[in-house]
Nanobody, 114 residues
Framework: VRLQASGGGLVQPGGSLRLSCAVSGINFRVISMAWYRQPPGKERELVASITSDHTTNYDDSVKGRFTISRDNIRRILFLDLNSLKDEDTAVYYC?????????WGRGTLVTVSS
């Protein structure tokens, strides 16, 4: 299984980014997937999830600002980040939502700073 996240970068508060996660080695279309993040010096936390039938769920801290989506044909998981805040600074990872986690990829760093 390979999980390759990309799209991070440095952005000013209020800005936007689109993260992508290319997934290979699994039957992507039938697995609920999620984005996680690990802020500096903190534990990794769940940000958003999406089921195989595209039902979504969000942590309260990002609700209304982030949007998770998936392309089952290209096997890509997306996270659109809008109205970014300083506290969104973290390394963002993708993985399955439930069950034994796949081996974590490197993640992609999002830094929100003026």
């Amino acid at each position: 299984v390979r999980l390759q996240a990309s799209g991070g970068g440095l952005v000013q508060p209020g800005g936007s980014l689109r993260l992508s996660c290319a997934v290979s080695g699994i039957n992507f279309r039938v697995i609920s997937m999620a984005w996680y993040r690990q802020p500096p010096g903190k534990e990794r936390e769940l940000v958003a999830s999406i089921t195989s039938d595209h039902t979504t769920n969000y942590d309260d801290s990002v609700k209304g600002r982030f949007t998770i989506s998936r392309d089952n044909i290209r096997r890509i998981l997306f996270l659109d980040l809008n109205s970014l805040k300083d506290e969104d600074t973290a390394v963002y990872y993708c993985n399955r939502r439930t069950g034994d986690m796949f081996q974590w990829g490197r993640g992609t760093l999002v830094t929100v700073s003026s």
